[in-house]
Protein backbone atom coordinates (compact mmCIF):
# COMPACT_ATOMS: atom_id res chain seq x y z
CA UNK A 1 0.00 0.00 0.00
CA UNK A 2 1.43 3.11 -0.82
CA UNK A 3 0.48 6.91 0.37
CA UNK A 4 -2.28 7.81 -1.26
CA UNK A 5 -3.16 11.02 0.56
CA UNK A 6 -1.89 14.05 3.27
CA UNK A 7 -3.30 11.39 5.81
CA UNK A 8 -0.31 9.07 5.08
CA UNK A 9 2.35 12.04 5.49
CA UNK A 10 3.70 11.87 8.59
CA UNK A 11 7.25 12.66 8.80
CA UNK A 12 7.60 10.85 12.34
CA UNK A 13 6.29 7.72 10.75
CA UNK A 14 7.74 4.60 12.19
CA UNK A 15 9.32 2.82 9.64
CA UNK A 16 8.01 -0.63 10.01
CA UNK A 17 4.71 0.93 9.40
CA UNK A 18 5.78 3.68 6.81
CA UNK A 19 3.13 4.17 4.05
CA UNK A 20 0.12 3.08 5.64
CA UNK A 21 -2.82 5.06 6.20
CA UNK A 22 -3.44 6.73 9.53
CA UNK A 23 -6.75 5.73 11.02
CA UNK A 24 -9.77 8.28 10.93
CA UNK A 25 -9.83 10.79 13.97
CA UNK A 26 -13.14 8.89 14.97
CA UNK A 27 -11.32 5.58 15.18
CA UNK A 28 -10.50 5.10 19.35
CA UNK A 29 -10.79 2.14 21.47
CA UNK A 30 -10.33 3.96 24.23
CA UNK A 31 -12.87 6.26 23.63
CA UNK A 32 -16.56 5.50 25.17
CA UNK A 33 -18.43 7.66 22.13
CA UNK A 34 -16.30 5.33 20.36
CA UNK A 35 -17.74 1.97 21.71
CA UNK A 36 -21.30 3.05 21.84
CA UNK A 37 -21.21 3.44 17.52
CA UNK A 38 -17.90 2.69 16.20
CA UNK A 39 -19.75 1.01 12.92
CA UNK A 40 -19.52 4.23 11.06
CA UNK A 41 -15.79 4.68 11.40
CA UNK A 42 -15.20 1.26 10.88
CA UNK A 43 -17.26 1.48 7.67
CA UNK A 44 -15.21 4.01 6.25
CA UNK A 45 -12.11 2.02 7.56
CA UNK A 46 -13.10 -1.40 5.35
CA UNK A 47 -13.94 0.77 2.44
CA UNK A 48 -10.89 2.70 2.74
CA UNK A 49 -8.59 -0.51 2.23
CA UNK A 50 -9.56 -2.49 5.14
CA UNK A 51 -5.76 -1.39 6.99
CA UNK A 52 -4.71 1.34 8.82
CA UNK A 53 -2.45 2.45 11.59
CA UNK A 54 -3.07 4.05 14.36
CA UNK A 55 -0.86 5.77 16.89
CA UNK A 56 -1.64 4.11 20.38
CA UNK A 57 -0.14 4.65 24.01
CA UNK A 58 2.76 2.28 23.41
CA UNK A 59 3.56 2.71 19.82
CA UNK A 60 2.21 1.87 16.49
CA UNK A 61 -0.42 -0.57 16.04
CA UNK A 62 -2.08 -2.18 12.47
CA UNK A 63 -5.94 -2.11 12.71
CA UNK A 64 -7.67 -4.81 9.97
CA UNK A 65 -10.97 -3.97 9.31
CA UNK A 66 -12.05 -6.75 6.46
CA UNK A 67 -13.42 -10.25 7.71
CA UNK A 68 -10.82 -12.13 4.81
CA UNK A 69 -7.43 -10.28 6.67
CA UNK A 70 -8.91 -10.70 10.40
CA UNK A 71 -9.56 -14.27 10.11
CA UNK A 72 -6.16 -14.45 8.37
CA UNK A 73 -4.35 -12.76 10.97
CA UNK A 74 -5.97 -15.30 13.77
CA UNK A 75 -4.23 -18.13 12.06
CA UNK A 76 -1.30 -16.97 11.15
CA UNK A 77 2.04 -18.88 12.24
CA UNK A 78 4.23 -15.12 11.40
CA UNK A 79 2.49 -13.52 14.34
CA UNK A 80 2.41 -14.17 18.51
CA UNK A 81 0.87 -13.43 21.56
CA UNK A 82 3.75 -14.28 23.94
CA UNK A 83 5.21 -10.59 25.09
CA UNK A 84 8.42 -12.19 26.24
CA UNK A 85 9.27 -12.37 22.16
CA UNK A 86 9.30 -8.74 22.82
CA UNK A 87 12.81 -6.65 23.80
CA UNK A 88 13.09 -6.76 27.66
CA UNK A 89 12.52 -2.63 27.64
CA UNK A 90 9.54 -3.02 25.34
CA UNK A 91 6.82 -1.24 26.75
CA UNK A 92 4.21 -3.29 25.90
CA UNK A 93 6.52 -6.44 27.68
CA UNK A 94 7.16 -4.27 31.04
CA UNK A 95 3.94 -1.97 30.99
CA UNK A 96 3.96 1.94 31.77
CA UNK A 97 4.66 1.32 35.21
CA UNK A 98 7.80 -1.29 34.69
CA UNK A 99 8.95 -0.54 38.68
CA UNK A 100 6.12 -1.17 39.75
CA UNK A 101 4.68 -4.43 37.97
CA UNK A 102 3.36 -7.14 40.63
CA UNK A 103 2.98 -9.73 37.51
CA UNK A 104 7.03 -9.91 36.17
CA UNK A 105 7.46 -13.52 37.43
CA UNK A 106 3.82 -14.70 37.29
CA UNK A 107 3.19 -17.54 34.81
CA UNK A 108 1.17 -16.06 31.43
CA UNK A 109 -2.10 -16.24 31.01
CA UNK A 110 -2.62 -18.78 28.34
CA UNK A 111 -4.54 -15.67 25.89
CA UNK A 112 -0.88 -14.66 26.11
CA UNK A 113 0.83 -17.79 24.98
CA UNK A 114 1.68 -19.42 21.66
CA UNK A 115 2.09 -22.97 20.67
CA UNK A 116 3.55 -25.29 22.06
CA UNK A 117 3.02 -23.88 25.29
CA UNK A 118 -0.38 -22.64 24.60
CA UNK A 119 -1.67 -25.86 23.68
CA UNK A 120 -0.10 -27.85 26.43
CA UNK A 121 -2.50 -25.73 28.83
CA UNK A 122 -5.42 -25.71 26.57
CA UNK A 123 -5.09 -29.90 27.11
CA UNK A 124 -5.04 -29.38 31.00
CA UNK A 125 -8.25 -27.49 31.31
CA UNK A 126 -10.31 -28.27 28.08
CA UNK A 127 -12.66 -31.49 29.69
CA UNK A 128 -14.36 -28.71 31.89
CA UNK A 129 -15.68 -26.97 28.70
CA UNK A 130 -16.56 -29.84 26.38
CA UNK A 131 -20.23 -29.46 25.36
CA UNK A 132 -21.61 -32.35 27.46
CA UNK A 133 -19.99 -29.89 30.55
CA UNK A 134 -21.80 -27.31 29.39
CA UNK A 135 -25.26 -28.82 29.14
CA UNK A 136 -25.47 -30.47 32.22
CA UNK A 137 -25.18 -26.92 33.89
CA UNK A 138 -28.32 -26.48 32.69
CA UNK A 139 -31.07 -26.78 35.25
CA UNK A 140 -28.47 -24.68 37.41
CA UNK A 141 -28.38 -22.11 35.11
CA UNK A 142 -32.41 -21.83 34.48
CA UNK A 143 -32.47 -22.16 38.57
CA UNK A 144 -29.93 -19.14 38.73
CA UNK A 145 -31.82 -17.09 36.60
CA UNK A 146 -35.28 -17.58 38.49
CA UNK A 147 -33.91 -17.03 41.66
CA UNK A 148 -32.69 -13.66 40.80
CA UNK A 149 -35.52 -12.81 38.58
CA UNK A 150 -37.40 -13.57 41.42
CA UNK A 151 -35.26 -10.39 43.61
CA UNK A 152 -36.78 -8.32 41.35
CA UNK A 153 -40.66 -9.89 41.10
CA UNK A 154 -43.24 -7.10 41.14
CA UNK A 155 -41.09 -4.51 40.07
CA UNK A 156 -42.61 -2.81 36.78
CA UNK A 157 -38.82 -1.23 35.63
CA UNK A 158 -35.30 -3.12 36.33
CA UNK A 159 -31.88 -2.33 35.27
CA UNK A 160 -30.77 -5.81 33.08
CA UNK A 161 -27.69 -5.38 33.99
CA UNK A 162 -28.10 -5.47 38.19
CA UNK A 163 -30.65 -7.87 37.81
CA UNK A 164 -29.25 -9.90 35.82
CA UNK A 165 -26.68 -9.56 33.59
CA UNK A 166 -23.91 -8.64 35.97
CA UNK A 167 -24.84 -11.60 38.89
CA UNK A 168 -25.61 -14.75 36.93
CA UNK A 169 -22.30 -15.34 34.53
CA UNK A 170 -20.50 -14.71 38.54
CA UNK A 171 -22.38 -16.94 39.98
CA UNK A 172 -21.86 -20.02 37.12
CA UNK A 173 -18.33 -19.23 37.14
CA UNK A 174 -17.67 -19.17 40.99
CA UNK A 175 -19.73 -22.36 40.92
CA UNK A 176 -17.79 -23.77 38.90
CA UNK A 177 -14.65 -23.16 40.01
CA UNK A 178 -16.28 -23.97 43.54
CA UNK A 179 -15.72 -20.76 45.68
CA UNK A 180 -17.81 -18.94 48.39
CA UNK A 181 -20.94 -17.75 46.58
CA UNK A 182 -20.70 -14.93 48.76
CA UNK A 183 -17.28 -13.52 46.97
CA UNK A 184 -19.28 -13.14 43.86
CA UNK A 185 -19.33 -9.61 44.47
CA UNK A 186 -16.23 -8.92 45.37
CA UNK A 187 -14.77 -10.87 42.02
CA UNK A 188 -17.04 -9.04 39.98
CA UNK A 189 -15.11 -5.64 41.32
CA UNK A 190 -11.61 -7.35 41.00
CA UNK A 191 -12.65 -7.89 37.27
CA UNK A 192 -14.15 -4.78 36.50
CA UNK A 193 -11.22 -2.74 38.23
CA UNK A 194 -8.89 -4.76 36.01
CA UNK A 195 -10.27 -4.23 32.32
CA UNK A 196 -10.93 -0.60 33.40
CA UNK A 197 -7.31 -0.41 34.13
CA UNK A 198 -6.23 -0.68 30.66
CA UNK A 199 -8.09 1.70 29.36
CA UNK A 200 -6.42 5.07 29.68
CA UNK A 201 -2.76 4.44 29.89
CA UNK A 202 -1.86 7.70 31.31
CA UNK A 203 -4.00 7.18 34.33
CA UNK A 204 -1.46 5.46 36.62
CA UNK A 205 -3.57 5.36 39.67
CA UNK A 206 -6.35 3.72 37.66
CA UNK A 207 -3.42 1.12 36.68
CA UNK A 208 -2.27 1.14 39.89
CA UNK A 209 -5.82 0.16 41.36
CA UNK A 210 -6.16 -2.53 38.86
CA UNK A 211 -3.02 -3.82 39.70
CA UNK A 212 -3.82 -4.11 43.01
CA UNK A 213 -7.10 -6.15 42.22
CA UNK A 214 -5.09 -8.45 40.00
CA UNK A 215 -2.32 -8.84 43.50
CA UNK A 216 -5.80 -9.28 45.89
CA UNK A 217 -7.65 -11.80 43.58
CA UNK A 218 -4.20 -13.78 43.21
CA UNK A 219 -4.09 -14.04 46.90
CA UNK A 220 -7.27 -15.34 47.04
CA UNK A 221 -6.83 -18.28 44.72
CA UNK A 222 -3.30 -18.91 46.40
CA UNK A 223 -5.66 -19.66 49.88
CA UNK A 224 -7.82 -21.66 47.84
CA UNK A 225 -5.41 -23.68 45.89
CA UNK A 226 -3.61 -24.70 48.98
CA UNK A 227 -6.85 -25.60 50.66
CA UNK A 228 -7.46 -28.04 47.34
CA UNK A 229 -4.46 -29.54 47.24
CA UNK A 230 -5.10 -30.78 50.95
CA UNK A 231 -8.64 -31.61 50.56
CA UNK A 232 -9.91 -31.91 46.97
CA UNK A 233 -13.59 -31.37 46.04
CA UNK A 234 -15.91 -31.71 43.19
CA UNK A 235 -14.90 -28.64 41.64
CA UNK A 236 -12.97 -26.70 38.92
CA UNK A 237 -10.18 -25.91 41.03
CA UNK A 238 -9.35 -29.45 42.55
CA UNK A 239 -9.86 -30.55 38.93
CA UNK A 240 -7.25 -28.01 37.51
CA UNK A 241 -5.23 -29.02 40.87
CA UNK A 242 -5.41 -33.03 40.23
CA UNK A 243 -5.14 -32.39 36.13
CA UNK A 244 -2.60 -34.10 34.30
CA UNK A 245 -1.62 -35.22 30.80
CA UNK A 246 1.04 -37.72 30.21
CA UNK A 247 2.37 -37.14 33.17
CA UNK A 248 2.34 -33.08 32.66
CA UNK A 249 0.63 -31.09 35.65
CA UNK A 250 0.08 -27.31 35.86
CA UNK A 251 2.30 -25.39 38.38
CA UNK A 252 1.65 -23.55 40.97
CA UNK A 253 1.82 -20.32 39.21
CA UNK A 254 0.11 -21.34 36.52
CA UNK A 255 -2.86 -22.49 38.44
CA UNK A 256 -3.37 -19.00 39.99
CA UNK A 257 -3.44 -17.44 36.74
CA UNK A 258 -6.16 -19.77 34.98
CA UNK A 259 -8.18 -19.43 37.91
CA UNK A 260 -7.50 -15.38 37.00
CA UNK A 261 -8.45 -15.95 33.74
CA UNK A 262 -11.70 -18.20 34.07
CA UNK A 263 -13.27 -15.73 36.68
CA UNK A 264 -12.67 -12.72 34.27
CA UNK A 265 -13.33 -14.22 30.95
CA UNK A 266 -15.96 -16.38 32.46
CA UNK A 267 -18.16 -13.98 33.65
CA UNK A 268 -17.29 -9.99 31.75
CA UNK A 269 -17.96 -11.24 28.66
CA UNK A 270 -20.83 -12.68 29.07
CA UNK A 271 -22.11 -10.13 31.38
CA UNK A 272 -21.64 -8.23 27.77
CA UNK A 273 -23.23 -10.45 25.45
CA UNK A 274 -26.09 -10.06 27.74
CA UNK A 275 -26.49 -6.38 27.94
CA UNK A 276 -25.45 -5.85 24.46
CA UNK A 277 -27.65 -8.83 22.56
CA UNK A 278 -30.69 -7.47 25.07
CA UNK A 279 -30.19 -3.83 24.07
CA UNK A 280 -30.06 -4.94 19.88
CA UNK A 281 -33.30 -6.92 20.22
CA UNK A 282 -35.53 -4.45 22.25
CA UNK A 283 -34.09 -1.70 19.83
CA UNK A 284 -35.78 -3.84 16.74
CA UNK A 285 -39.65 -4.49 18.10
CA UNK A 286 -40.26 -6.55 14.88
CA UNK A 287 -37.77 -9.36 16.34
CA UNK A 288 -38.99 -9.44 19.23
CA UNK A 289 -42.14 -10.18 18.37
CA UNK A 290 -40.32 -13.09 16.11
CA UNK A 291 -38.96 -14.15 18.77
CA UNK A 292 -42.58 -14.39 20.63
CA UNK A 293 -44.08 -16.07 17.97
CA UNK A 294 -41.45 -18.66 17.79
CA UNK A 295 -39.34 -19.34 21.03
CA UNK A 296 -37.37 -21.75 19.16
CA UNK A 297 -35.31 -19.06 17.92
CA UNK A 298 -33.27 -17.81 20.78
CA UNK A 299 -30.28 -19.79 20.20
CA UNK A 300 -30.10 -18.20 16.44
CA UNK A 301 -30.99 -14.55 18.12
CA UNK A 302 -27.69 -15.70 20.40
CA UNK A 303 -25.16 -16.15 17.60
CA UNK A 304 -27.31 -12.85 15.79
CA UNK A 305 -26.34 -11.10 18.67
CA UNK A 306 -22.79 -12.23 18.68
CA UNK A 307 -22.71 -11.26 15.43
CA UNK A 308 -24.06 -7.73 15.61
CA UNK A 309 -23.15 -6.48 18.77
CA UNK A 310 -20.07 -8.87 20.28
CA UNK A 311 -18.55 -8.24 23.69
CA UNK A 312 -15.19 -7.71 22.22
CA UNK A 313 -14.25 -4.98 19.85
CA UNK A 314 -10.54 -7.01 18.51
CA UNK A 315 -7.96 -9.08 19.16
CA UNK A 316 -3.94 -8.60 19.19
CA UNK A 317 -1.21 -10.30 17.82
CA UNK A 318 2.27 -9.23 17.27
CA UNK A 319 4.54 -9.95 13.76
CA UNK A 320 7.50 -12.29 14.29
CA UNK A 321 9.21 -10.79 11.51
CA UNK A 322 9.34 -8.53 8.81
CA UNK A 323 6.04 -9.48 6.49
CA UNK A 324 3.16 -8.39 4.25
CA UNK A 325 -0.25 -7.99 6.61
CA UNK A 326 -3.19 -8.12 4.45
CA UNK A 327 -1.14 -7.22 1.50
CA UNK A 328 0.83 -4.08 2.97
CA UNK A 329 4.58 -4.41 4.36
CA UNK A 330 4.72 -4.87 7.97
CA UNK A 331 8.38 -4.66 9.88
CA UNK A 332 8.99 -6.66 12.86
CA UNK A 333 6.93 -6.69 16.43
CA UNK A 334 4.46 -4.32 15.29
CA UNK A 335 1.23 -4.48 16.98
CA UNK A 336 -2.02 -6.04 14.57
CA UNK A 337 -5.07 -5.48 15.76
CA UNK A 338 -7.89 -7.70 14.42
CA UNK A 339 -11.41 -5.72 14.32
CA UNK A 340 -13.83 -8.22 15.19
CA UNK A 341 -17.17 -6.05 15.53
CA UNK A 342 -15.93 -5.17 11.62
CA UNK A 343 -15.25 -7.85 10.64
CA UNK A 344 -18.52 -9.25 11.52
CA UNK A 345 -20.38 -6.34 9.29
CA UNK A 346 -17.91 -7.45 6.38
CA UNK A 347 -20.44 -7.05 3.45
CA UNK A 348 -18.23 -9.35 1.38
CA UNK A 349 -19.14 -11.98 3.90
CA UNK A 350 -22.58 -11.19 5.42
CA UNK A 351 -25.44 -10.06 3.40
CA UNK A 352 -26.68 -6.43 4.46
CA UNK A 353 -24.61 -6.79 7.81
CA UNK A 354 -26.40 -3.45 9.26
CA UNK A 355 -29.69 -6.07 9.36
CA UNK A 356 -30.06 -7.39 13.14
CA UNK A 357 -31.94 -10.21 12.33
CA UNK A 358 -32.39 -13.36 14.48
CA UNK A 359 -33.94 -15.36 11.34
CA UNK A 360 -30.40 -15.27 9.44
CA UNK A 361 -29.20 -18.78 8.46
CA UNK A 362 -25.33 -19.91 8.78
CA UNK A 363 -24.67 -17.05 10.82
CA UNK A 364 -20.90 -16.17 11.07
CA UNK A 365 -18.70 -14.24 12.80
CA UNK A 366 -15.43 -13.87 14.67
CA UNK A 367 -16.53 -12.94 17.92
CA UNK A 368 -14.74 -16.38 19.76
CA UNK A 369 -11.56 -15.34 17.84
CA UNK A 370 -10.27 -18.47 15.91
CA UNK A 371 -6.94 -20.70 15.10
CA UNK A 372 -5.46 -22.04 18.64
CA UNK A 373 -7.13 -19.32 20.78
CA UNK A 374 -10.58 -19.19 19.46
CA UNK A 375 -12.70 -19.21 23.16
CA UNK A 376 -12.28 -22.21 25.44
CA UNK A 377 -15.75 -20.88 26.89
CA UNK A 378 -17.68 -20.13 24.31
CA UNK A 379 -20.14 -23.30 24.55
CA UNK A 380 -20.61 -21.52 28.01
CA UNK A 381 -21.65 -17.70 27.06
CA UNK A 382 -23.78 -19.27 23.73
CA UNK A 383 -25.53 -21.25 26.69
CA UNK A 384 -25.67 -18.73 29.83
CA UNK A 385 -27.11 -16.02 27.17
CA UNK A 386 -29.53 -18.43 25.72
CA UNK A 387 -30.89 -19.53 29.21
CA UNK A 388 -31.05 -16.46 30.72
CA UNK A 389 -33.21 -14.94 27.62
CA UNK A 390 -35.85 -17.69 27.99
CA UNK A 391 -36.21 -16.88 31.23
CA UNK A 392 -36.48 -13.42 31.31
CA UNK A 393 -38.82 -13.93 28.41
CA UNK A 394 -41.00 -16.51 30.48
CA UNK A 395 -40.92 -14.53 32.95
CA UNK A 396 -42.48 -10.88 31.16
CA UNK A 397 -45.04 -10.81 28.56
CA UNK A 398 -43.89 -7.33 27.88
CA UNK A 399 -40.43 -6.04 27.76
CA UNK A 400 -39.35 -2.53 26.37
CA UNK A 401 -36.08 -0.06 26.79
CA UNK A 402 -36.72 2.56 29.38
CA UNK A 403 -34.52 4.70 27.34
CA UNK A 404 -33.44 5.68 24.22
CA UNK A 405 -31.30 2.76 22.76
CA UNK A 406 -28.98 6.32 21.94
CA UNK A 407 -28.84 7.00 25.16
CA UNK A 408 -27.47 3.57 26.53
CA UNK A 409 -24.60 3.86 29.21
CA UNK A 410 -21.29 2.35 27.62
CA UNK A 411 -18.57 1.56 29.97
CA UNK A 412 -14.56 2.00 28.67
CA UNK A 413 -13.31 0.46 25.67
CA UNK A 414 -9.95 -1.13 24.99
CA UNK A 415 -10.82 -4.68 24.02
CA UNK A 416 -14.32 -4.57 25.47
CA UNK A 417 -17.30 -3.58 25.04
CA UNK A 418 -20.32 -3.54 27.19
CA UNK A 419 -23.01 -1.28 29.04
CA UNK A 420 -22.98 0.06 32.16
CA UNK A 421 -27.10 0.10 33.01
CA UNK A 422 -29.88 -1.19 30.78
CA UNK A 423 -33.05 0.14 32.29
CA UNK A 424 -36.33 -1.96 31.32
CA UNK A 425 -39.98 -1.58 31.66
CA UNK A 426 -41.65 -5.33 32.26
CA UNK A 427 -44.83 -6.29 32.51
CA UNK A 428 -45.25 -9.76 34.63
CA UNK A 429 -46.51 -12.56 32.66
CA UNK A 430 -50.07 -13.61 34.37
CA UNK A 431 -49.22 -16.88 36.75
CA UNK A 432 -45.58 -16.19 35.80
Known amino acids: MTATDDRTQDPAADPRVEGLRHAPGGYDPTSVDYVADPHEVLRQMREDGGVHVYQAHQGPRVVLTRWADVEALLRSKDVFKDVRKLAPDDPRRVGVLPDENPMASAAPSILGLDAPEHDRLRRLVNRAFTPRAVEALTPRIEEIADRLLDEVAGQDEIDFMEALAIPLPVIVISEMLGVDPEDRAQFKQWSLTMVNSDLRPDDHDRIRRGRAARQAMRAYFDRVVAQRREAPGEDLISALVLAEEEGDRLTHEETLTMLGLLLNAGNLTTTDLLGNGLLALLSHPGQ ?43 GQHVSVSGSVISANRDPEVVEDPDRFDITRDEIRYLSFGGGIHFCLGANLARNEARLTLERLFHRYSDIRLAVDPAQAEWRGGGAFRGLERLPLRVTTRTGG
Open 288 to 330: VEALRERPELMANAVEEMLRYTPPVLGTGRTTAHPQEVAGCPV
